[in-house]
């Protein structure tokens, strides 16, 4: 990885110079000056610019953590979401040293670092350290606990999910589509027949995740936090029977509705070898012309894009769902190995407490990266620094609003985070340790099948392979297992 050599280089003459308190609790005093922190995130080749300015706002952001906090921080953006995905797990297994990084449910698991034991307990650091994030967010973090101790930090952010699709605004206008009529992904049919007639240089649907993934929601299904898009349980069924999507008719219809939209090509023929940053850069591209997606952010429903045109956001009729998964969706978590953990969660701290800070690091430079006009900023296109993922570094409550979005959006997402459908088993984290060894068979046959299967690229024989295959792994001893669990935390509540 980038500078990885000479960082750990200077860490070894770093920690052979200072004292270190046992326990990794951090430095004190006039020690604790030199302190660098390590904190791995994704970012880069995944989004419309790249932070090809990263250095000059490291620098920036260096000075003020330098002077508030008296140590500072190696941000260390590692390639798009998919690289992250694949090179995270690998350096953590490998032994890296570092102090903070960013892990989710779908994106550097979570869970499986987690129950690795690669993660600290936060119990005790985060009332002490972090107490606005432990006063705003105390609820949530229940959901990070694993083996008995909080081991994340939630990025306060839109938490609800909601089944939705994203329009190209230069689109609507040109065919004048009827909005109001978009109730359900099936409507979508008519929009994608006429994007593929109309616009045939155009993708007509990006397939970053395949289709049924993108409406477990609207189907009124919830995940458990481990193989989300596999394992599934009803947010009406209150005892909470564990399924396989699979093998589930309403998932299985919108398989086959994939395979039919693939048929008639809105789905490219080469699609299924796309990875998730090869997706990315074609929708940052404009060469798509629109795309589904599970988080409808009210207030923030309209999205510039980097190729002069706004993307229009319009949610399906299925429920918003609150669930532990959602929380799980962006987290910072502090490395176990960690010699710092006192400063890396005073600097969590800072950057939710911090509105210059955290936009600094989440926009870039006034008049370099953006323009501020009145409470809005403007993203400069050649700025040369546009991660986009504020959501990544902490409390997007206090980031700034794009030009477009509405003055009272943070509202609307806390209103929608409390009106939400709960699921049953908020609250409820799984014992990994019982089922690690079935959890990983089972994602190794699902790993080889899903994408094509649930993509709509192959028939029906592969369809009935893969849930053979499924059943040959484990899958039901799997779901027993997980089972026992919820039915043992259901019966003590």
């Given at each position: 990885?980038?500078?990885?050599?000479?960082?750990?280089?200077?860490l070894?003459?770093?920690?052979?110079?200072?004292?270190?308190?046992?326990?990794?609790?951090?430095?004190?005093?006039?020690?604790?000056e030199?302190?660098?922190?390590?904190?791995?995130?994704?970012?880069?080749?995944?989004?419309?610019?790249?932070?090809?300015?990263?250095k000059?706002?490291?620098?920036?952001?260096?000075?003020?953590?330098?002077?508030?906090?008296?140590?500072?921080?190696?941000?260390?953006?590692?390639?798009?979401?998919?690289?992250?995905?694949?090179?995270?797990?690998?350096?953590?297994?490998?032994?890296?040293?570092?102090?903070?990084?960013?892990?989710?449910?779908?994106?550097?698991?979570?869970?499986?670092?987690?129950?690795?034991?690669?993660?600290?307990?936060?119990?005790?650091?985060?009332?002490?350290?972090?107490?606005?994030?432990?006063?705003?967010?105390?609820?949530?973090?229940?959901?990070?606990?694993?083996?008995?101790?909080?081991?994340?930090?939630?990025?306060?952010?839109?938490?609800?999910?909601?089944?939705?699709?994203?329009?190209?605004?230069s689109?609507?206008?040109?065919?004048?589509?009827?909005?109001?009529?978009?109730?359900?992904?099936?409507?979508?049919?008519?929009?994608?027949?006429?994007?593929?007639?109309?616009?045939?240089?155009?993708?007509?649907l990006?397939?970053?995740?395949?289709?049924?993934?993108?409406?477990?929601?609207?189907?009124?299904?919830?995940?458990?936090?481990?193989?989300?898009?596999?394992?599934?349980?009803?947010?009406?069924?209150?005892?909470?029977?564990?399924?396989?999507?699979?093998?589930?008719?309403?998932?299985?219809?919108?398989?086959?509705?994939?395979?039919?939209?693939?048929?008639?090509?809105f789905?490219?023929?080469d699609?299924?070898?796309?990875?998730?940053?090869?997706?990315?850069?074609?929708v940052?591209?404009?060469?798509?012309?629109?795309?589904?997606?599970?988080?409808?952010?009210?207030?923030?429903?309209?999205?510039?894009?980097?190729?002069?045109?706004?993307?229009?956001?319009?949610?399906?009729?299925?429920?918003?769902?609150?669930?532990?998964?959602?929380?799980?969706?962006?987290?910072?978590?502090v490395?176990?190995?960690?010699?710092?953990?006192?400063?890396?969660?005073?600097?969590?701290?800072?950057?939710?407490?911090n509105?210059?800070?955290?936009?600094?690091?989440?926009?870039?430079?006034?008049?370099?990266?953006?323009?501020?006009?009145?409470?809005?900023?403007?993203?400069?296109?050649?700025?040369?620094?546009?991660?986009?993922?504020?959501?990544?570094?902490?409390?997007?409550?206090?980031?700034?609003?794009?030009?477009?979005?509405?003055?009272?959006?943070?509202?609307?997402?806390?209103?929608?985070?409390?009106?939400?459908?709960?699921?049953?088993?908020?609250?409820?984290?799984l014992?990994?340790?019982?089922?690690?060894?079935?959890?990983?068979?089972?994602?190794?046959?699902?790993?080889?099948?899903?994408?094509?299967?649930?993509?709509?690229?192959?028939?029906?024989?592969?369809?009935?392979?893969?849930?053979?295959?499924?059943?040959?792994?484990?899958?039901?001893?799997?779901?027993?297992?997980?089972?026992?669990?919820?039915?043992?935390?259901?019966?003590?509540?």
């Amino acid at each position: 990885m980038k500078r990885m050599a000479s960082a750990l280089i200077c860490l070894i003459f770093l920690v052979a110079a200072l004292p270190v308190m046992a326990g990794g609790q951090g430095e004190d005093g006039a020690a604790a000056e030199a302190v660098e922190l390590v904190w791995y995130v994704p970012g880069g080749s995944g989004f419309p610019y790249g932070p090809d300015d990263e250095k000059e706002v490291y620098a920036q952001l260096n000075n003020m953590i330098q002077r508030d906090l008296g140590f500072s921080v190696d941000i260390r953006a590692t390639g798009g979401f998919g690289e992250y995905r694949e090179t995270m797990p690998l350096a953590m297994a490998a032994g890296e040293d570092f102090d903070l990084v960013w892990t989710s449910s779908w994106c550097n698991n979570f869970m499986d670092a987690a129950s690795d034991g690669y993660y600290a307990g936060l119990d005790e650091l985060l009332p002490e350290y972090a107490p606005t994030i432990w006063k705003d967010t105390r609820d949530a973090l229940e959901s990070t606990r694993m083996n008995g101790e909080i081991r994340g930090v939630w990025s306060q952010q839109i938490a609800a999910k909601t089944s939705n699709v994203f329009l190209r605004e230069s689109m609507i206008e040109k065919y004048g589509w009827d909005l109001d009529s978009i109730k359900e992904v099936e409507d979508l049919e008519p929009l994608l027949t006429q994007i593929k007639r109309e616009d045939p240089d155009l993708i007509p649907l990006s397939m970053r995740k395949p289709l049924p993934e993108w409406m477990i929601y609207d189907l009124g299904y919830g995940d458990l936090g481990v193989l989300v898009d596999l394992l599934a349980i009803r947010l009406d069924d209150k005892s909470c029977q564990v399924f396989s999507l699979i093998e589930d008719p309403g998932y299985k219809n919108k398989i086959e509705l994939a395979r039919d939209w693939y048929a008639k090509g809105f789905i490219p023929k080469d699609g299924l070898t796309y990875n998730m940053d090869q997706w990315n850069q074609m929708v940052n591209a404009g060469k798509v012309g629109m795309k589904l997606h599970n988080t409808w952010i009210p207030g923030k429903d309209r999205v510039t894009t980097a190729f002069d045109d706004t993307w229009v956001q319009i949610p399906f009729d299925g429920p918003s769902v609150m669930q532990g998964g959602n929380i799980v969706s962006t987290l910072n978590a502090v490395s176990a190995r960690s010699e710092h953990q006192v400063e890396a969660v005073r600097l969590l701290e800072y950057l939710w407490t911090n509105e210059e800070a955290f936009n600094l690091l989440a926009w870039g430079i006034e008049g370099t990266h953006y323009n501020l006009k009145g409470d809005f900023i403007e993203p400069l296109q050649d700025g040369g620094y546009y991660a986009n993922i504020p959501w990544v570094f902490g409390n997007t409550f206090i980031s700034y609003l794009r030009e477009g979005e509405n003055p009272e959006a943070n509202e609307m997402i806390y209103k929608l985070n409390q009106d939400a459908v709960k699921s049953p088993l908020m609250g409820f984290s799984l014992d990994m340790d019982s089922i690690k060894t079935l959890v990983a068979t089972v994602s190794s046959v699902h790993e080889q099948y899903y994408k094509a299967v649930c993509g709509g690229y192959v028939g029906d024989d592969v369809y009935e392979e893969y849930v053979a295959a499924l059943k040959q792994a484990g899958i039901d001893e799997l779901i027993e297992g997980i089972q026992d669990q919820i039915d043992s935390w259901t019966a003590s509540k």
